[in-house]
Structure formats: C-alpha cells, structure tokens
C-alpha cells in the first residue's frame, strides 16, 4: 500500500488522536483519515452532527462516564446516526458495565447488521464468549472490507484499523497465527499504539505460546 501525506487529522480509536492527515492507497480502495462525508457516512452531511461526532469521539477517550449520558440523549434525538451507538458501547465497556455494553452490541447488529462497527462489535462479543463459528457467518466469508462493502473506495483509518484488529484477532484467537500477523503487520505501520494494535499484539503473543506448547507436549510424547 502506497501512502501520501495530506497535512494534519486525528486517527485511531476514541484512545487516540494523531495530527496527521493521509491517504493510504490500497490496490481497491484508499484509506483516509479526514471525515468521510457521504461515502459510507451520511451523518456527516449535518455540519452539526458532524462536530458532535468529533467531540463525543473524544470526550468518549477523555471520559466515559460523561460521554455516556450524552451519548444516550443523542441517539434518542439521533437514531439513525450510527457512531453514536458505537461511541455508547466503548463508553459502557471502558466504564465496566458491560452487560449494557453486551446489550448495544447485539441490538444494533439485529437493527442494522450492514453497519460495519456494529459487525466488528458482534465479532468481538463472538469472539470473547468463544462463539467462534459465527464470525464467518457475519463476514459471508469475506475477510477484506472492500468484499465485505463493494462498491466503496475510501474507509476511514478508523474503518480500516477496527477491521483489521478485530479480524487479526479472530485469527490469532483460533490458531490462525500466520494471517493474524499479516493483519497486526499493517496495523503496526498505520496505527502501532492503536488499542486495536495492542490488542492484536498480545492475542498473537499468546498463540505462538499455545503453538510451543503444542510442539512442546508432542515432542516430549513422542520421546
């Protein structure tokens, strides 16, 4: 992936702001950091709803608990604005409540199963209660998000970084070691203090320890 400089944004999950601005140049789609307006995102068309998005991402990195209550008057004024219900769940998550959290999660996946972070969301609750076949059901199969959204030609980094984490860590997380590292291997280059990227870190630390261990147990068996 080629990669051009465009001047200064934020990027990265609510955990983080980079002054940054760039296009990355995937062969089928470019990865951006500005705020997508109309492609993928027609709240940003609201110049209002727009700077609340901005402020709530980051008050939801400052402070959960007074991003929360915000968050929930905004989806009720807001419904179909859908970061707001993504910014809500990391907020619940971080504040550990996390039956709320479980419970915006499967209900945004069964109101709007198209909605990329309510997919990756699902996949993570999948994923942390050992669910493990579903997440090729929600995907259909596709582990590239310009299969699993045709059409599009530009995500946001924040698209592309809560994708490759959360399927690098489905991968790490049933053994797949060699494709979660191709995932983690970008994200270290495009956001490597990224939560997404830690994470994804110690999920493939903790694989290659299982695989020794294997390796480990079947040469002592074998002896």
Same mark, same amino acid.
């Given at each position: ?42 709240e940003t068309a609201d110049p209002y709803v727009r700077e609340q998005l901005t402020e709530l991402y980051e008050l939801t990195a400052r402070s959960p608990a007074?991003?929360?209550?915000? @968050?929930? %008057?905004?989806?009720?004024? #807001? ?5 707001? +219900?993504?910014? $809500?769940? !990391?907020?619940?998550? &971080? ?12 209900? @945004?996946? %069964?109101?709007?199963?198209? #909605? ?5 969301? +699902?996949?993570? $609750?999948? !994923?942390?209660?050992? &669910? ?12 590239? @998000? ?78």
């Amino acid at each position: 992936m080629g990669r051009k400089r465009k001047g200064k944004a934020g990027h990265g999950s609510p955990d983080r702001q980079e002054e940054m601005h760039e296009v990355v140049h995937h062969p089928n789609y470019d990865i951006v950091w500005e705020p997508l307006e109309g492609e993928g995102s027609p709240e940003t068309a609201d110049p209002y709803v727009r700077e609340q998005l901005t402020e709530l991402y980051e008050l939801t990195a400052r402070s959960p608990a007074e991003a929360a209550p915000i @968050l929930v %008057e905004r989806i009720e004024k #807001y419904p179909d604005v859908l970061p707001f +219900y993504n910014y $809500l769940t !990391v907020a619940y998550a &971080r504040m550990g409540d996390v039956e709320e959290a479980k419970t915006l999660v499967k209900g @945004l996946y %069964e109101k709007r199963p198209d #909605y990329l972070f309510a997919k990756l969301n +699902y996949i993570d $609750l999948c !994923v942390n209660e050992g &669910r493990f076949d579903e997440v090729p059901k929600i995907l259909g199969d596709k582990y590239d @998000l310009h299969l699993l959204q045709p059409g599009r030609t530009r995500f946001h980094i924040t698209e592309f970084v809560g994708f490759a984490g959360t399927v690098g860590n489905y991968f790490a997380r049933i053994g797949k070691i060699d494709l979660a590292e191709m995932f983690y291997d970008v994200l270290q280059e495009l956001a490597p203090d990224d939560p997404q990227t830690v994470r994804l870190e110690r999920a493939l630390k903790m694989g290659r320890l299982s695989e020794r261990l294997k390796k480990l147990s079947a040469s002592i068996t074998r002896n």
